[in-house]
């Protein structure tokens, strides 16, 4: 109900719940591949850039500190204490998990392809930047041609370098932002003071 104390409104509970498992992922393949986009949408980006930085298992950084160099099956496939996961469903190189990597692209990078125009034509520019993060460089190579995201802090002023292609245009919103602006193709220098982010 709207009425609900922020502790017993369904994202306070959630907040709880991964406060009470110290913020460590509690998903499996379903759970994990919408995880993410949710709570960004949900205006839980914090908690996603939490779960994206925790080195506890179960987590991506644990697999990565354990000498992954791709996703696991299981989020217990090897483990410190125990080693080897079981024998079955036991694979090293499997995908289901990598579901961050879209969000990463579309979240942290800012950079979506629009479903109604293929292949870039249109693209959707919208990060949710985290001032843990830093920085980040995103370049990727659409069917429309290069597209570029790059952001920095300096300060409390948040700066953002984005590429749109030749022929391509772009919906683009800062974060905080409710307003979009429209973009041609051409390099552009955005910045905003960010003072929580």
């Keep these: 109900s709207l009425t609900e104390k922020p502790k017993s409104s369904p994202s306070g509970r959630l907040r709880q719940n991964f406060a009470d498992h110290g913020n460590c992922l ?38 990565i500190d354990n000498g992954a160099t791709t996703i696991w099956e299981r989020w ?55 001032r843990r993060l830093g920085h980040l460089r995103a370049h990727y190579q659409s069917a429309a041609g290069p597209i570029r995201s790059e952001w920095h802090y300096k300060g409390d002023t948040w700066h953002w370098d984005i590429t749109i292609p030749a022929g391509a245009t772009a919906t683009v919103t800062l974060p905080g932002d409710t307003i979009s602006t429209r973009y041609t193709s051409g390099t552009y220098h955005l910045q905003k003071k960010l003072t929580v982010m």
């Design 26 to 63: 509690q998903t499996g393949f379903l759970g994990t591949s919408i995880l993410m986009a949710t709570l960004t949408d949900h205006g839980m980006a914090d908690i996603a850039y939490q779960l994206l930085f925790q080195r506890n298992n179960p987590s991506w950084l644990y697999s």
């Design 76 to 130: 217990n496939s090897y483990r410190r204490d125990t080693g080897l996961g079981p024998n079955s469903m036991n694979s090293f190189n499997h995908y289901a998990y990598g579901a961050v990597c879209e969000w990463i692209w579309e979240t942290v990078a800012g950079i979506s392809a629009d479903p109604r125009q293929p292949g870039f034509r249109h693209i959707i520019m919208r990060p949710v930047p985290d």
